[in-house]
């Protein structure tokens, strides 16, 4: 078992590496407003503005998935949605959850649910080197929840090393913080006595949990 700072420590390697390139054209847009008689202020403050709601956007949605959640309850999956179409907007990765998959359709799984599902898009988007498109859909029966997460792009990068953490084939004293995903999304999904299963194709990687629920005990 990894002890749980070193988890932490190879987390907080990863959310820094993500922050870092919107929060350094934040830095460098500020600089080239500092120089007088420049003439790219306009392009500054665009640069400013979008990297600032870039990072924004990183941080809310990485508390989503990192953080601390209720133990009981139901996520707000079209506040998941949203958090993450703003997680990917203005990059080259598309999107594609329609409202049919969300709480606007009746559909709900809990908080721990929710964020093991964020953690499954992290994961699956790494896959999408030139970018693509992450289509999410949930279902949802009496005794069943299914989450899928299909990663479609013309180049699709799935190393040993990732699916050995998220199948728990990793020697954990190696951990590293590429393969920590992949660790914590298992964690997760063990948590939850849910099965992991992914699928591997020349343009694509589909990523699913099933989750069975203890059916209503009968009056």
């Keep these: 078992m990894v002890p749980e700072l070193k988890l932490a420590e190879l987390l907080c390697?990863?959310?820094?590496?993500?922050?870092?390139?919107?929060?350094?054209?934040?830095?460098?847009g500020a600089e080239f407003l500092s120089e007088e008689g420049s003439d790219l202020q306009g392009q500054a403050l665009e640069l400013i503005n979008?990297?600032?709601a870039q990072a924004v956007s990183?941080?809310?949605?990485?508390?989503?998935?990192?953080?601390?959640?209720?133990?009981?309850?139901?996520?707000?999956?079209?506040e998941q949605k949203k958090i993450a179409s703003d997680f990917f907007a203005g990059s080259k990765v598309t999107l594609d959850w329609p409202d049919l998959h969300t709480t606007a359709s009746?559909?709900?799984?809990?908080?721990?649910?929710?964020?093991?599902?964020?953690?499954?898009?992290?994961?699956?988007?790494?896959?999408?080197l030139r970018g693509g498109t992450l289509a999410v859909?949930?279902?949802?029966?009496?005794?069943?929840?299914?989450?899928?997460?299909?990663?479609?792009?013309v180049s699709i990068k799935w190393d040993k090393e990732i699916e050995d953490a998220l199948a728990s084939r990793?020697?954990?004293?190696?951990?590293?913080?590429?393969?920590?995903?992949?660790?914590?999304?298992?964690?997760?999904?063990?948590?939850?006595?849910?099965?992991?299963?992914?699928?591997?194709?020349e343009s694509s990687m589909v990523?699913?949990?099933?989750?069975?629920?203890?059916p209503p005990a009968e009056e």
């Design 207 to 214: 990523l699913t949990v099933r989750q069975l629920l203890t």
């Design 58 to 78: 990183r941080l809310q949605f990485y508390r989503k998935a990192y953080g601390r959640i209720n133990e009981d309850g139901e996520a707000d999956l079209a």
């Design 106 to 128: 009746g559909v709900s799984v809990s908080y721990k649910m929710g964020r093991l599902l964020l953690n499954m898009i992290v994961l699956a988007q790494a896959t999408l």
């Design 137 to 153: 859909r949930i279902a949802v029966q009496d005794t069943m929840k299914d989450i899928s997460i299909t990663a479609t792009g």
């Design 50 to 52: 979008s990297s600032a």
């Design 13 to 28: 390697t990863r959310l820094c590496h993500d922050l870092t390139g919107p929060i350094g054209a934040v830095a460098n």
């Design 170 to 201: 990793t020697d954990l004293t190696v951990l590293t913080p590429k393969t920590v995903q992949a660790y914590l999304t298992r964690r997760l999904a063990d948590e939850l006595r849910a099965t992991l299963a992914w699928t591997l194709e």
